[in-house]
């Protein structure tokens, strides 16, 4: 395969952002071949490669709309003017030659944020400005004959693609997150006694994880609702400007001495493997990397119909999928997962779907589609 120069589009890179992850992992996977990589972004807080060229593209921005418009017409501006061979965007950016849809259809979105809102606010939500802006901004990308493909990090996503865009089967190709299961793996029972005392979680105790930030999208007023009535643990990792509102709701509901908040954590690894499971009763979430960490750690995953990681549970042997909001088929689910995951066979299930998951082969189906695309 011949050289050539590639340019990824991301605004900004957060080290706890799922979509900026993919980017790091992609880089990092495709820096073992002959290509010229470069990075276009407002501001690039993680690791630097001497190969890799950052070109960070900050124009001034007044609120949310000005923000996106903005990044958008300087970074497009900036590859015409650079000529890069290919283009993979993962912001709506018309004009990109390849797009990582990793944040879904932005209608299916507001469809199931309107679930939890009253009428007169899901109305008003599909009349604001910004929406509209992002809205309008996906249906000029794909109308786009500059794109010709699509990265989706799940099949539900490449149907919603599909049905809201008309855009063509042949040119969306799902290509799953990699994670490292030789970092995260289930620990040894006198490590996780050990993550557990120093915790403050009782060895006995039955954990589940919610890891995410973003309380309201990822589903942590259900969760909580659903394991109230239950005896087990929720290890919240993630923050939230309203957090104070979801430590009243446990309070309310007699659960928030099970109700454990962390706050962000630069290492997850530690929380993964002192829990029993991952509840992650997500609104809308098209294949969030907590899924494969978590289950790499050797836990079932209850997730919802909403998420595109449901695809990798299979009900009742590594996980179950319920829908968002109905409370008793979460609470059902969590009492179905094992009281101690340790060497359990939903917990081996969970692990051994992942496995396919790895950095070589992402790095590999990135590599022939982009082949595909620059001859």
Known sequence: MKKFRLALVRQKYRPDGGAERFVSRALEALDQHDLALNVITREWQGPVKPAWQIHICNPPKWGRISRER???????????????????????????????????????????????????????????????????????????????????????????????????????????????????????????LALRSRLGIAARATCLIFVGSGFERKGLDAAIRALAPTDRHLLVVGKDKDQSRYQALARTLGCDQRVHFFGIQQETLPFYQASDGLLLPTLYDPFPNVILEAMACGLPVITTTGCGGAEF???????????????PALTQAIMALPSDISDSEPGRCARARIMECTAENLSAQLIALYQQLVE
């Open 70 to 192: 903005g990044f958008a017409n300087a970074a497009r501006a900036l590859w015409q003017a650079q000529q890069f061979d290919l283009v993979q965007s993962h912001e709506r950016i018309a004009g990109c030659d390849l797009y990582r849809a990793g944040d879904g259809v932005h209608r299916r979105w507001l469809e199931e944020r309107s679930r939890i809102l009253p009428g007169w606010k899901a109305k008003l939500l599909w009349y604001d400005r910004y929406h509209r802006y992002v809205m309008n901004a996906e249906q000029e990308m794909y109308g786009d004959p500059a794109l010709r493909a699509v990265i989706c990090n799940a099949a539900m996503v490449k149907q919603e693609i599909m049905a809201n865009f008309g855009f063509p089967e042949h040119k969306i190709h799902v290509i799953y997150n990699a994670i490292d299961h030789q970092r995260f793996a289930p620990p040894d029972p006198q490590q996780r």
């Open 313 to 327: 549970i299979d009900a009742g042997r590594n996980g179950y999928v319920c829908d968002a909001l109905d409370i």
